[in-house]
Nanobody
């Protein structure tokens, strides 16, 4: 059974940082491309960071320079370090694992940025 379990979300003030974690089980983790998506109320889900099985990373312009994705294959875990958070970063953040046409999603963790 495949499980992706996100943690680390919460309520922070603008300018603060959070680190999200996603622990994977039931997959050969190191062979999967991993990603983080987010979805704000009334908005479409959007990619915020990805890291390939070879550790190549990709970010959209909206988070580049503020967010960093990393992976620890020994721990089957992917991380998202989020710095300089803004109110517009408020969303539910989802972890994904993709390989070929197969993808898995976590349940999501809420991130709220508000003063």
């Amino acid at each position: 059974q495949v499980q992706l379990v996100e943690s680390g979300g919460g309520l922070v003030q603008p300018g603060e940082s959070l680190r999200l974690s996603c622990a994977a089980s039931g997959i050969f983790f190191r062979s999967y491309d991993m990603g983080w998506y987010r979805q704000a109320p009334g908005e479409q889900r959007e990619l915020v960071a990805s890291i390939s099985s070879g550790s190549t990373t990709n970010y959209p312009a909206s988070v580049k320079g503020r967010f960093t994705i990393s992976r620890d294959n020994a721990k089957n875990t992917v991380y998202l370090q989020m710095n300089s958070l803004r109110p517009e970063d408020t969303a539910v953040y989802y972890c994904t694992a993709q390989r070929g046409s197969t993808d898995y999603w976590g349940q999501g963790t809420q991130v709220t940025v508000s003063s």
